[in-house]
């Protein structure tokens, strides 16, 4: 039990008994208690001003902050930012105009603030369980959630009406996802990997199996995962060694053992799509020979209903750091039947689908543990009395003290740059599928493809980083577990390594991206950044200021640029990855000052007067304290190799 004991001035005396034995906060077992008031750890005992022996006893729940859905935001990011305009005016998406999904939003907050965010920490205490017969058990309270989460039907907004979704853009899909995952990322992570696997077959899928299981799993009543991991096969996915058999009828026999799958096993759906990566006999070596497979847990009888079991068992659940709710399964495949999707050797094209859509989502996990840390913080620093502040506000707490304020407002200016860039990257994404002109289409998918990476890498980083300072916003108390801080630090780890490490990103981004059209991608994008920098400079003042430090971020952008691209087409590919995270960090800021300056300048004109305050205020902060990290960055990602080489692994 958590027991905060505040000491009232008198008692402060070095001389006194009381102050000798003051203590600020201790972590006591008191049997005398109700078991409700020790399980949920949670008292401040106030001592009397008159009598130091007499004290009052507040119960209170540190680790349930509710959830404030930031719906307000997201809309205006959406109506002034990021341009959903142009897909609200396609044909398709004439149902999909911005009051009505303003409207919809507004609905979904209040749902999974009320029936998911509570199940957050229950998740991390209890966890998901593998029993001795091998079944796994959820959370009770994510059962009940997710049956009404299936019910309230927002997990299929975004997918095909033909398929029982909502046809509406992923873009608002992804909206919706950030309000799951910020009320509950670990409950979170078996929709987002059902919806890659529901990607990937609208994308590979036959006709029949499409009509098989795509309404199931878009209505949530089937769950879906993601099968690419081996012990001996991680980033290098063409070192699996699955097999696949083919049985004569047209279904394949799956043998191999999968780690580390999210939602591998549960008892939340009465059935479990597996989506397979193994290997076919004769198959090329690498990745060229690998084919992907539908492995239901059940295989579907001749009505489409789960029937007989498929030979495929949970060998054991992760000890994870944290997602503790989310179970996270050793699979073993034991020659149980699969159904190959598409062609044999297209595993890697049908997996780039699932992992593209993931990655944008991952990095929207990112801002999710973000948000939820910064209301965290927010709350506790509005209460938490310590000290004599020193600064403007005048503030009695210690959101008053200077340095916790600038960790208030880096947290603050960092979800609003992420969220902007995430909403774009999401726009750009649907644009390049349902934009009616061709050139429009593939510029757009260019746009994505650059942005994609920066929104997973740059995006969990900055969860990290945002769940730390939430941590040290609560002092010693963020480190005390049940206060619930470092929750949202253990859940947020995992996010820069899983669906391909933040390494990866970089090396993808310089790799892969950069070449494009030999650079003019990129190159043709910084150059879209300076169409805002007049109007910020006509503004003048407080405006010209934050457009003059984006302005040279994005000068120093184009010039790193041009470094990776001579140093690459130079033949020194080591120099180019040695300075590809540093370049993509270096991406994200830029981006999320010019996209912070763009919100500023929206809101001016808007009528507004407190909220285009409060978007000025937060761009000139990214301006002045944030941006300039560029400079570092660009100078670290122009570093070269040498001295990342310079010491023989032995003496390391």
């Known amino acids: 039990m958590l027991i905060v004991v505040r000491m009232p001035p008198r008692y402060r005396d070095p001389a006194s008994r009381a102050s000798r034995s003051r203590i600020t906060c201790i972590t006591l077992r008191l049997a005398a208690l109700g078991q409700s008031e020790r ?22 729940d540190p680790c349930v902050t509710e959830y404030r859905p930031p719906i307000q935001d997201i809309v205006f990011a959406l109506q002034h930012v990021v341009g959903y305009d142009r897909l609200a005016a396609l044909p398709q998406f004439e149902h999909a105009d911005l009051e009505t999904v303003a409207g919809m939003l507004e609905e979904c907050g209040e749902f999974m603030a009320k029936v998911v965010a509570p199940i957050n920490r229950d998740g991390d205490l209890v966890g998901s369980v593998r029993n001795p017969d091998g079944t796994v058990t ?3 309270s994510y059962r009940a959630a997710y049956a009404k989460l299936v019910e309230s039907g927002w997990g299929s907004v975004q997918f095909p009406e033909e398929f029982d979704g909502g046809g509406f853009p ?29 990607d990937a077959l609208l994308h590979y899928g036959s006709d029949e199996q499409k009509a098989l299981y795509l309404p199931r799993m878009v209505s949530g009543q089937w769950t879906g995962t993601m099968n690419l991991t081996e012990p001996q096969a991680g980033t290098d996915v063409g070192a699996l060694t699955t097999r696949a ?37 004769g198959a090329p070596e690498g990745t060229r020979g ?48 699969g159904y190959l999707i598409g062609e044999e050797n297209l595993g890697m094209r049908i997996m780039f689908v699932m992992m593209n859509s993931a990655r944008v989502s991952v990095g929207m996990q990112g801002l999710a ?74 510029r757009s998918a260019e746009i994505a493809a650059l942005l994609t990476p920066i929104s997973k890498s740059w995006g969990t980083d900055l969860g990290v980083e945002l769940a730390s300072l939430g941590i040290q916003i609560h002092g010693g108390m963020g480190y005390i577990e049940e206060t619930g801080a470092a929750q949202h630090w253990r859940d947020s780890r995992i996010t820069p390594i899983y669906e391909g490490t933040n390494g990866v990103q970089a090396a993808d981004l310089v790799g892969r991206k950069l070449p494009v059209r030999d650079g003019a991608s990129f190159l043709e994008f910084i ?74 300048l929206a809101a001016s004109g808007l009528g507004d007067a407190a909220e285009a305050a409060d978007q000025l205020a937060t761009a000139r902060f990214f301006a002045s304290h944030l941006l300039p990290k560029s400079a570092a960055l660009a100078a670290q990602a122009t570093g070269g190799a040498a001295d990342v080489f310079g010491i023989p692994l032995a003496r390391l």
């Open 170 to 198: 992923w873009t608002i899909g992804l909206a919706i996802h950030e309000l799951l995952q910020t009320a509950s990322l670990a409950f979170a992570l078996g929709p987002l990997l059902t919806h890659g696997a529901i």
């Open 138 to 140: 959820t959370p009770e």
């Open 39 to 60: 399980d949920h750890a949670a008292c401040v005992l106030s001592l009397s001003y008159n009598d130091p022996c007499r004290a009052t006893w507040r119960s209170y």
């Open 290 to 337: 690998i084919s992907c497979f539908i492995v239901p847990k059940f295989v579907p009888d001749a009505d489409g209903e789960p029937g007989e079991r498929n030979a495929v068992s949970c060998l054991a659940l992760e000890h994870k750091l944290g997602i503790h709710g989310s179970p996270t399964a050793v699979l073993s495949y034991e020659g149980a039947t």
């Open 369 to 442: 543990v973000g948000t939820r840390a910064y209301q965290q913080a927010l709350e506790y620093a509005g209460q938490r009395v310590q000290g004599e502040p020193i600064g403007p506000s005048g503030d009695a707490t210690i959101s008053g003290h200077p340095d916790v304020r600038r960790m208030l407002m880096t947290q603050r200016a960092y979800t609003l740059a992420l969220r902007r860039l995430l909403l774009l990257n999401a726009v750009h994404i649907d644009l390049a599928q349902h934009a009616e002109d061709d050139a429009e289409r593939e």
């Open 245 to 281: 058999v083919p049985n004569g009828d047209g279904s394949y026999a799956i043998t191999g053992q999968k780690i580390f799958i999210t939602y591998g096993d549960h008892d939340l759906t009465e059935n479990i799509v597996h989506l397979v990566l193994a290997r076919t006999p």
């Open 527 to 600: 150059a879209s950044m300076r169409e805002d920098l007049p109007a910020l400079q006509a503004a003048g003042g407080e405006f010209a200021a934050v457009g003059a430090s984006v302005g040279a971020s994005i000068d120093l952008l184009e010039r790193t640029t041009g470094w990776m691209l001579r140093t690459g087409g130079g033949g020194d590919a080591a120099s180019v990855l040695a300075g590809s995270s540093a370049y993509l960090e270096l991406w994200g800021h830029v981006l999320g000052g010019w996209l912070l300056a763009r919100s500023a």
